[in-house]
């Protein structure tokens, strides 16, 4: 039991970083790892060797996630389709092309890189970030952001479209430019 | 009848979302095929996808 504790202990870090990824707020991500810890030590036998420790308690964790999420969720703030308009001339071509960007391949080799990565989500507003972490780092699918979000699905493609814009201006900014 | 470049880049951002219709994705693939800036896009989007799955299996940085 001691063993299976100090296991469990030692994932804390990373737990603690995924969670953090996720909520921006330090004391939620503390909380929801604090909560999953406990979940675990209490509901060992639900492990049973199954799949790897750190594969278990991650998926404990994406749960409390999502309800820390679902608690701090104020009401959806209102769909605005022209918040990109500017990249688009009216005729709906681009005011600026995007160009290609050099060898992406390499960068997903650099630390650097994902530290501007993780640069750029933080810059992301609330909503949109949350969507996009369910989507991408979560790997939920639309209809489970949906319910948790409590938006329609035009809102959830909607905050993913202007999240991987967003994204795609900024990396470019700060890495490809670069 | 011709997407438009915020057409086409939104269709290319939902794909990633949803399944495309028929129609949807054979307008999208007739507009990438003479458009370099939404085909730059859609690889763009492609790889922010690849870097953020690499993100979320990375180890903590102790």
């Not at chain 1, 500017?86 to 530290?115: S, T």
């Not at chain 2, 693939?29 to 989007?45: E, K, M, P, W, Y």
Request: aromatic fraction near 8%.
């Amino acid at each position: 039991m001691d063993d299976f504790r100090s296991r469990v202990e030692r994932e804390r870090p990373y737990l603690l970083r995924y969670a953090g990824l996720q909520l921006r707020d330090p004391q939620a991500a503390e909380d929801a790892v604090q909560e999953t810890l406990l979940a675990a030590l209490t509901g060992e036998a639900g492990f049973g060797q199954r799949a790897s420790l750190r594969t278990w308690l991650t998926g404990i964790l994406k749960h409390k996630i999502i309800d820390a999420i679902r608690r701090m969720s104020r009401e959806a703030p209102a769909v605005s389709e022209d918040e990109f308009e500017a990249l688009f001339d009216e005729r709906g071509h681009w005011v600026e092309m995007p160009g290609a960007w050099a060898d992406p391949g390499a960068a997903l080799e650099q630390e650097r890189f994902f530290a501007a990565l993780e640069m750029c989500l933080a810059r992301l507003p609330p909503k949109t970030s949350e969507a996009f972490m369910m989507r991408e780092h979560l790997g939920l699918d639309t209809g489970e952001i949906c319910k948790e979000l409590a938006i329609t699905p035009t809102h959830c493609w909607v905050l993913l479209y202007r999240a991987r814009m967003a994204l795609r201006e900024c990396l470019t900014k700060e890495w490809f430019q670069k | 009848m011709m997407l438009s470049c915020k057409q086409a880049a939104r269709l290319v951002s939902q794909g990633l979302d949803r399944e495309l219709g028929f129609t949807e994705r054979v307008r999208l693939r007739v507009h990438l095929a003479i458009c370099d800036g939404c085909t730059n896009f859609s690889n763009q989007v492609a790889f922010v996808r690849k870097a953020m799955a690499r993100l979320a299996e990375q180890s903590p940085k102790t």
